[in-house]
T-cell receptor
């Protein structure tokens, strides 16, 4: 069964500091997708990134970067020069290709990030 | 593109009544939709997977007679919370698989249900 662990329940950093959110996953499949979503207080989920299991290249998008390491089953997310608008709950999620077209998305427990002005 | 419209965004109902939540895919056809529930300060838990034209598949522990899911068309899935009780108060979110610019999911904006 698939499982996603986000060990950090809450993180607070001062604005402009860098912060890394950890994500560790478990899966028996060789083909899977990993996601990060942001959930601001409004509740809506904001898609941040998707990575498939065959692509271990790290990615950078502005102040956001992701480190995918299959050897440690981790998909960590770093925000550099954090801003108050980054305050939200961040979810890591995993999808396996167990049934084509019916892939379930399993979420981690989320990390509540607070950026202190 | 690939927008899922979810309504209502917020609903308050009396205990014992039923509430219907709708999710519509606006610019694509959603063969499969997922329904999640999120309690305060908790993660999203999958309740059921709905497939157009067939019965929904419920996750273990989710009462299918209480949470009725209908996916009658490729653009509409509904979740009806029947005989709602205060413990059903939660944030409900629908999601659909999309395959544009790569595989992924699109989410509705969520429905905050409060049962009084």
């Amino acid at each position: 069964a698939q499982k996603v662990t986000q060990a950090q329940t809450e993180i607070s950093v001062v604005e402009k500091e860098d912060v890394t959110l950890d994500c560790v996953y478990e899966t028996r499949d060789t083909t899977y997708y990993l996601f990060w979503y942001k959930q601001p207080p409004s509740g809506e989920l904001v898609f941040l990134i998707r990575r498939n299991s065959f692509d271990e290249q790290n990615e950078i998008s502005g102040r956001y970067s992701w480190n995918f390491q299959k050897s440690t089953s981790s998909f960590n997310f770093t925000i550099t020069a954090s801003q108050v608008v980054d305050s939200a709950v961040y979810f890591c999620a995993l999808s396996e290709e167990e049934n084509f077209g019916n892939e379930k998305l399993t979420f981690g427990t989320g990390t509540r990030l607070t950026i202190i002005p | 593109g690939a927008v899922v419209s979810q309504h209502p965004s917020r609903v308050i109902c009396k205990s014992g009544t039923s509430v219907k939540i709708e999710c519509r895919s606006l610019d694509f056809q959603a063969t499969t939709m997922f329904w999640y529930r999120q309690f305060p300060k908790q993660s999203l838990m999958l309740m059921a997977t709905s497939n157009e034209g067939s019965k929904a598949t419920y996750e273990q522990g989710v009462e299918k007679d209480k949470f009725l899911i209908n996916h009658a068309s490729l653009t509409l899935s509904t979740l009806t919370v029947t005989s709602a009780h205060p413990e059903d108060s939660s944030f409900y979110i629908c999601s659909a698989i999309i395959n544009r610019d790569g595989y992924g999911y699109t989410f509705g904006s969520g429905t905050r249900l409060t049962v009084v």
